[in-house]
């Protein structure tokens, strides 16, 4: 009896760690690289979300600018997130000006390789870019940059 009790709970353990790996397995880490351009005026906000293969919103990964006040200048997004004030896995802090640099870090869902990373960014009393990178997750490359169409010069991610 206490054999068998030893070899369930033994079961259950292998069971629980293999579901742990499966799941890290359906994640891509990454660290990505912004690199802002040179420009005057405000710092940027920075909202980075995932969308499915449609480019609607699943999921907000990251928000750069930590002034709730203005999320709902990031038009977008904010249809998708005001509405239900969805969770957020990280705001990580200050917005970020021109020409500064800052590396973070994603955990980015592989389950759908047809979804899609979109940074979104805004600043205040300046042009608001809805979609400045795309970047198809299955297209992903760590050895490229990604150019921005308006306050970011360049990302570049590095896999974990």
């Known amino acids: 009896m206490k054999y068998q009790a030893a070899l369930i709970l033994i079961l259950i353990s292998s069971l629980t760690l293999l579901s742990a790996l ?10 990505c690289m912004l690199q802002m351009k040179n420009y005057s005026g405000h710092g940027a906000y920075i909202v980075i979300s995932l969308l ?29 997130f005001g509405k239900k004030r969805r969770n ?4 990580t802090g200050a917005t970020l000006s021109g020409g500064e640099r800052k590396i973070i870090a994603l955990n980015i869902p592989q389950k759908n390789p047809d979804y ?3 940074f979104e960014t805004a600043v205040e009393e300046q042009k608001y870019y809805p979609s400045e990178v795309d ?5 992903l490359e760590t050895t490229k940059k990604y ?8 990302l570049k991610f590095i896999q974990q």
């Open 52 to 80: 499915d293969e449609n480019k609607e919103y699943k999921k907000t990964l990251r928000i750069l600018g930590d002034d709730r006040e203005w999320y709902n200048e990031i038009e977008e997004w904010w249809k998708f």
């Open 135 to 139: 970047i198809k997750i299955s297209q």
């Open 116 to 118: 899609y990373l979109r």
């Open 147 to 154: 150019n921005g169409d308006g306050y970011i010069r360049y």
């Open 88 to 91: 957020v896995d990280g705001i």
């Open 22 to 31: 499966s799941t890290k397995k359906d994640n891509l880490s990454l660290r």
